[in-house]
């Protein structure tokens, strides 16, 4: 399904991963938005084309480690665009309605906002979470039963000094010689300890993370269930949030 096709373009309910991402961003006021491409760069570059008002302002980034780095490579060639400025980063592969980015938005102010599910038990492919309270003790796969909380569903939201320390955290990683095959969250486990790092849980939205082609059955089913708003044409908010502050939204593709 993904032989000649990056993730983000896979079809759901008739449009592409990306532009539900994009229209949940719009949902949300959210407009200065760029997506970093690698494989399929082209591809993603002219699909934006063909969305109509949703895609003509989105910028996009070529990364041209994606064939040899993790997503932290991804993140890399992006993190100029974290400093200095309100952010939310989104995996490429993430299906959310809009109403779990309007939570993420709305919870209390931390330099880091990590977005947390939670359900019965996690399988090895789970980015898991460690917390006390709101504060992230710790995050990534290897996480043991006892001491996991939640899962990251990917998508994070940096505020004020947050995208700056993450920054120079992706910095800071990549000098290591196993710095490439690190997923960008190793990053967010490193600052956990110092107390930046906070949690929203978004349970009782929905939302896919797209690794396996029967992922890709339930994203249906996912959007399905939003009902008349997922067929609406109209990319114009579905309620009338307060916009966020400047936002730059980069879609791992």
């Known amino acids: 399904m ?75 060639v992006a993190r100029d665009l974290l400093r200095g400025s309100d952010a939310v980063l989104l995996n490429g592969d993430t299906l959310f309605e809009p109403a779990i980015l309007r939570r993420a938005l709305r919870a209390p102010d931390a330099p880091i906002t990590v977005t947390i599910d939670r359900k019965p038990a996690y399988d090895a492919d789970d980015m898991k979470v460690s917390v006390e309270g ?11 039963p006892e001491d996991t909380d939640g899962e990251s569903i990917g998508m994070l939201v940096f505020r004020g000094r947050g995208g700056a320390v993450f920054s120079d955290g992706l910095e800071a990683v990549m000098r290591r010689p196993d710095g490439l095959r690190r997923f960008y969250l190793s990053v967010v486990d490193a600052l956990a300890p110092a107390g ?58």
């Open 196 to 253: 930046a790092v906070r949690v929203a849980s978004i349970e009782g939205l929905s939302w896919g993370e797209i690794d396996y082609p029967a992922d890709v059955a339930r994203a249906e089913e996912v959007v399905r269930g939003w009902g008349a708003a997922a067929a609406a044409d109209d990319p114009a908010p579905l309620t009338q949030p307060t916009p966020p502050p400047l936002v730059e939204a980069l879609g791992g593709a």
């Open 2 to 76: 993904t032989e000649f096709s990056p993730k983000c373009l896979l079809r759901i309910v008739g449009r592409p991963v990306l532009e539900w991402q994009l229209r949940a961003l719009a949902a949300n006021g959210v407009t200065d938005i760029t997506v970093v491409t690698g494989f399929g760069a082209e591809a993603v570059e002219q699909a934006l084309r063909r969305m109509g008002p949703v895609g003509e302002r989105v910028r996009t980034l070529f990364n041209p480690f994606f064939a040899v780095a993790d997503n932290i490579g991804s993140c890399f």
């Open 134 to 144: 709101t504060r992230l003790r710790a995050i990534g796969k290897t996480l043991r």
